[in-house]
Structure formats: structure tokens, C-alpha cells
């Protein structure tokens, strides 16, 4: 080993950028702060408390009064795959819709969790509608869960959720919704609209840094994950464990990411001081305006009419534009990220996301402005 | 949902504590600073910088030129996991040494991959000796990996790693090292031991919080994972995804953990400020001193003479010292963590952490004076 290997390099100091892409989205200050403040230790009483408000305040957000509700020590990703290999038993029937990136993850981390997926597919941009569920559902009535992308990260399309969700409270199958983009951005009611395991991720509409996946299991998975016959094939993820941690046990398990949930636990704070209708309102009302705005630019919404996510909207530019030097030179030159799009749609489309902290009449007044400049340029 | 609930609860700021426990250890404001800074997006080519200068920066205290070097996104027990899941596929034969908890979590989570588990039993605060393993290997050649933990921080054993890395090295069987507590505060040579995969955790010997996960793979654990046949049971941990996001491609897997990236990244310069030969010496003298005094108070040593851990001490008290009443008052009155024994020692002992930075010789007059107060008092 060379000594001059051994040096460190400088200290680093991010550049500003207004995030306006598909997540991260801009934090607030005092999250930030809160991530900064100095630790104790993952079993001090006094973190005990502080997991407990953190638990409170999601299941205000989620809407539910379910005790098993956490936040999953991963990112949305974990959180999801938390959902998926609790629930499945390897051979289980599992439907899966997919209609963009993130129902393909679902089907495929159910794959590996040893479940035979029946996949609804959808083209990008359109949702599953309900009679699609109900078919399958009538075709596989062992299957153990529908899951379902609440927000489609790929696509902006918006999955309606409440008469799937009263379709399956009549069956034995279970709901269970990918909301990793949705949560806190658009009206999500887990015990209202029967949902049994709700996921989210913190890097959306809650604005905290990624790092951390809010979840909750209604009384119905609570009943499967009782019932299971073999081990949970992931012991990070196993259910059974962590909840022992987040209930009045506070049994060790695996060491929780103390600052990631000081931060959290501030982003909640603030969630909860503006009120969840009026997040789901200032969300809708923005993303409309921008939505109306990029009509004017010859931009397509990728996503069928009438089931747009505010907070995130998929568009292909028209054919003319290089998409991908216009959103390098809108990073480099004017500070603002926006996504490429994934799959079918890159290298035509872009994704940007108005979410949480970002989702301000300003923010999209400075990015068309600088996109206006660009094009012009 | 009545509206009292919807009220946030007040602002945390965590009471000041010394973190003397079995982790997290106390942490530098430098690093507390850099999670605080704003954020990047995650494929922001400046951060992209940031993450290869972390890989960059592992592999020097790693002492390893692998390629495949990175932080998995969570906490040691997901990197342990991590190692487990892409190196088994089900049927696969295992060998463990089980002297503690981390042991036995290991062979837990080797099961739930598939693998059959031949565990090489010690006594709690014993290491297991090279000659169990070369037997084992002997009676199972087919064995997959050889899975030891460095830093038992369940008894505070320091296991030998260099004669069984020189073993086997000469075999087919490959080396995995749980070295969560032990990197950075004890010496660990990757490559000149050939310890063919190395897992750690952010918040012992490295003083950051917890969160991260850093792992490294040898060429001869590459091997294994090309010539997988099934795939691995994780989505999340798949390191043939997530090489692709730490690789030059930089391609979409999750989100990366972006603040706690960059807490690791000056908890990381620190380290190489401080010079990693230079860490070690540092704990090796203060876990000493404060062995010794320990010997003054009538307190038993957990683990067996010579293989004792400098960074983390378990000891029993005498029999007419309640430890628990003891470390509660240790924590209200004096605000200083310590841990609790675990499994067979619950109840008789504690486990204290001199790490990172919490190990100097003022923190260990600190504690000493502390606990003599209350013993007296």
C-alpha cells in the first residue's frame, strides 16, 4: 500500500441544488439539524421515546391505527422487500401489477422470496383498474396478496386503491401497496380504504434524506405473518424481530440508525404542523400548474388522463429537444436536478418531482424559466 | 382520527452522553456536521465523486486493493447478511464458528439462505483455533465459506483470522470475516491474511453513526458470486445490482443513503488523519489501561487471556453488585453508556466499548471514577 494512497481527500462540500427530480427532494433545515445533533445510544430511554413518537407520527400520516407500524432500518426498496418476505411462503400465489419500473421490482423481489406471481400488466402510464384485480383474484383466489404501486415512480401514473382495496377485504387476499412516492403527497387512507401493509420510503413527500422505509401491517397481515410455517428467508427484514424493537420490549435486534430516525422524527414534526390535507392540497395544486405548463412546451404526459400524480410527473419532450444535454446543462448551470426516464421512456422522457419541500408555485416558475432559457439558448 | 393525536410532539435534543458502550460509539462533530450539510441527488456526478472517494478511502482501512469494495445500505447486521445471501445458494454447505451471539446470528442467517450449517462450537469468550477449522474443512471440502467473527462484542474475544486465512487459502473453501466491532480498532489485513469477503459496520472502531454497512470481496468470492446459478434471495442486498451503482456505470439500484454517505466520508478522513496504525495503537493502549484497573475492582474478564478485544471489554462484577441498578444510575447520574451483557451473561455482565473516539484515557478515568462513586456511594 502506497503512503500517498493513505492521504484523505479534501472534506467535501455539496454543491447547491434544488432537487426537483424523482427523489431525493429538498430538506428542511431543521432535518438537517436534527441529524446533526449529537447521538445516544439505540437503546437509551431516551431514544425509546423519541422511536415511539416516530411510530405515532407515521401512523398519523398513514392514516391508521395499526400497532405494527415502523420504519424499516433501508430505503423504500428494503421496505418494500420487508413486505413481500414476510408475507410470502415459498410457493405462495402472489399478483403483482405492472404497469412501470417498480411493479417489475415487486414481481421480481417476490420471485426470489419463492412466490408463483401472477402479474396484471398494464402499458406505462396506464393504472390496474379494479375489474383487472378482480379477475385475477376470482382466477387465484389462494393468492396470498395483490400488490399494487400506489405512486409510479416511472411514470406518474396514480393507482386508485379504495374499491381494490373493498374488493380484496371480502377475500382472503391481502393489499399490499408500494406508496414509496405517494406517502404524504397524495390522499393515502390504510385503514379507511382496507390497505393491510402500506410502504413508503423518506426520501418523497415526507423530505427526508433517503436511508429510512415507513411501513405498517394491518390486523389481516398481522394474521399471516402469525400463521407462517417457515423461517423469514432475510433476518435483517424478519418482522417478528424488529417489531420487538419497536414495541415496549425494545429488544435488541440489529443497532437502529439513530440519526437517520433523529431526522426522520423532525421531518415528521414538520408534516404534521402543516397538516396532511393541506400537504395533499399544496402537492395537488402545484403539480397542477406545472402539469398545465408544460402543455404550453409541446411536452406529452406520459400518464393517462385523469390518473396523474401531482408530485410527480413523467413527460417525453418533443422529438427535437436532446433531452439529455438540456438536463445536464439545467444541473450544471442552474443548480437543478430533474430525472432521465427509466426504461421505455429514457433517453425521450424526464421525470421531476414537486415533493415535499420542493412542491412550491417558486420551484416551478425557476425551473421552467431555466428550461425556457436552455431552449432558447 | 381525533385531531389530538395529529399534533406533533416537541422538538428531540438527545441528552449529552458518553457513549461507553457496545455501539454506538461517540461520534465527531466533524461528522455530525457532514450529515447535516444539504443534498445531492444520488446520481449527482459530484457525489457520484463523493462515493468512490468512500470506496477509495475503505479499501485503504480495509487494507485491500479489491475492486468490489463498498458500503451496503444498513447496518452491520444487513452487511453481514450481505455476505451470507450472495455467497450461499440453497444446499450449499457452510461452516461457522459460533463462540457468541454475532456467531450464532450468522449461522441464523446462513440457515434462512438454504445453507446446511456445520457450526464449530467454543465456550462464550473463547476463539475458535485454527486446528477446529482445518478439521472441519478436512471432514467438509465442499464447504462453501468458513464464517468467523473478529470482534465478538457479545464477550469482548478477539479471534485470530491470519493461520486460517493461510488455510485456506490453500483450499476451495473461502474466508468471510465478521469484523463489525473490530475494523479499525484492531489490525485487519484484507488481502496479505486472504480473507476472501470483510464486513463491517460504521458505528464501533470508525465512530460514525449507524446506518452503513462497509464490505469488501476478494477475487476468489468474486469468483463465487459469477458462478452463481440461482439467484440471490435478496433483492435489496444483490451485490451483482448494487456493484453497478458503486462501479463506473453508476446505474439505478435504490436510493443511496445520501447524508449518512457523507457522515462515513469525513468519519472515513478522520480515520486517515489519524492514521490507521496509529487507531490501533491507540486502542490497543487504552482498552489495556482499562483492562487493568478493571482487575483492581474485582471485575472478571469475559474472554479468555490473549484473545481479548482492546475496544470492547466484557466482564462480570462480583456477585453482590447489581449491574443493572448500577448502569441505570450510570446513565441518569453521570450520563454515561454502558451495555449490558447478552445471552448467558445477562444479568452478571457488562460490555464497555472504547471505540473511536471514545477511546481515550480521560473517558476511561471518567467511568472508572464514576463507577467507584456509586459503588461507594
Chains 1, 2 share one sequence.
Not at 80 to 108: C, Q, S
Not at 171 to 182: A, N, P, Q, R
Not at 282 to 296: I, Y
Amino acid at each position: 500500500m502506497s503512503p500517498v494512497t493513505d492521504l484523505p481527500p479534501p472534506e467535501r462540500q455539496p454543491p447547491d441544488r434544488l432537487l426537483l427530480g424523482p427523489g431525493p427532494s429538498p430538506v428542511h433545515p431543521r432535518v438537517l439539524a436534527a441529524q446533526a445533533r449529537g447521538l445516544t445510544g439505540h437503546l437509551d430511554p431516551w431514544f425509546a421515546e423519541a422511536v415511539d413518537e416516530v411510530a405515532a407520527m407515521l401512523r398519523v400520516v398513514l392514516r391508521t391505527a395499526n400497532p405494527l407500524t415502523f420504519a424499516v432500518s433501508g430505503t423504500g426498496s428494503a421496505g418494500v422487500e420487508t413486505a413481500v418476505v414476510n408475507l410470502v411462503e415459498p410457493g405462495d400465489t402472489v399478483i403483482v401489477g405492472v404497469n412501470g419500473v417498480f411493479g417489475g421490482r415487486l414481481a421480481d423481489m417476490a420471485r426470489r422470496a419463492g412466490a408463483q406471481v401472477v402479474t396484471l400488466e398494464q402499458p406505462w402510464g396506464r393504472v390496474i383498474p379494479p375489474e383487472q384485480v378482480e379477475q385475477a383474484v376470482r382466477e387465484h383466489p389462494e393468492a396470498r396478496f395483490v400488490a399494487l404501486v400506489h405512486a409510479e415512480t416511472s411514470t406518474g401514473a396514480h393507482q386508485p386503491l379504495r374499491d381494490v382495496g373493498e374488493l380484496l377485504a371480502a377475500t382472503d387476499t391481502l393489499l399490499v401497496v408500494d406508496s414509496v412516492t405517494g406517502l404524504a403527497g397524495v390522499p393515502l387512507e390504510t385503514d379507511a380504504w382496507h390497505l393491510d401493509v402500506v410502504v413508503s420510503g423518506t426520501q418523497k413527500c415526507l423530505s427526508v434524506p433517503p436511508g429510512l422505509a415507513p411501513i405498517t401491517f394491518g390486523p389481516r397481515a398481522e394474521a399471516v405473518l402469525a400463521a407462517r410455517t417457515t423461517p423469514v428467508a432475510s433476518w435483517y427484514l424478519d418482522v417478528s424481530a424488529v417489531r420487538r424493537y419497536w414495541g415496549a420490549e425494545r429488544a435488541y435486534h440489529h443497532t437502529a440508525p439513530i440519526s437517520a430516525l433523529l431526522g426522520l422524527h423532525e421531518g415528521l414534526r414538520l408534516v404534521l404542523e402543516e397538516g396532511l390535507e393541506s400537504r395533499w392540497a399544496r402537492h395537488a395544486e402545484v403539480g397542477r400548474l406545472f402539469q398545465e405548463h408544460l402543455g404550453d412546451r409541446d411536452a406529452v404526459l406520459l400518464a393517462e388522463d385523469g390518473h396523474r400524480l401531482p408530485q410527480l410527473t413523467a413527460f417525453a419532450w418533443p422529438e427535437h429537444v436532446d433531452e439529455g444535454a438540456l438536463r445536464r446543462r439545467l444541473l450544471t448551470e442552474h443548480g437543478i436536478e430533474v430525472g432521465g426516464g427509466l426504461g421505455a421512456f429514457a433517453g425521450q422522457a424526464w421525470r421531476v418531482g414537486l415533493m415535499g419541500e420542493g412542491a412550491t408555485h417558486a420551484n416551478v416558475d425557476r425551473l421552467l424559466d431555466a428550461v425556457d432559457e436552455l431552449l432558447e439558448g
